[in-house]
Nanobody, 127 residues
């Protein structure tokens, strides 16, 4: 069971950028599709992005497409979420997790298809 840890959140003005990191110690981390989700107060968890274990394929929620970029460095057991042109509606706690199905294809956008989401990192975008 891969248990990633998120970092990199913070407070930023609208239009600004942040880079989130998701890291794990398990060697198998590089063999799993990794996804990001977010949850704002009073709202359901929302899928944000996912990247295939090979880094050869990615998928994004329509709400972030063109603004966010997911990438990974398997040598560092890390996945990143570069967030540009941030909007106040991007404010949420952001989580990462490994796909619960080993080497699933095609990529899933369902938060329920991922394993245990981490503690999360808070992103706050001020207007």
């Amino acid at each position: 069971q891969v248990q990633p840890v998120e970092s990199g959140g913070g407070l930023v003005q609208a239009g600004g950028s942040l880079r989130l990191s998701c890291a794990a110690s398990e060697r198998t981390f590089s063999s799993y599709t990794i996804g990001w989700s977010r949850q704002a107060p009073g709202k359901e968890r929302e899928f944000v992005a996912a990247i295939h274990w090979s880094a050869g394929s990615t998928t994004y929620a329509d709400s972030v497409k063109g603004r966010f970029t997911i990438s990974r460095d398997n040598a560092k057991n890390s996945v990143y979420l570069q967030m540009n042109s941030l909007k106040p509606e991007d404010t949420a706690v952001y989580y990462c997790a490994a796909d619960s199905q080993f080497k699933r294809w095609p990529l899933t956008r369902r938060p329920a298809d991922f394993g245990s989401w981490g503690q999360g990192t808070q992103v706050t975008v001020s207007s």
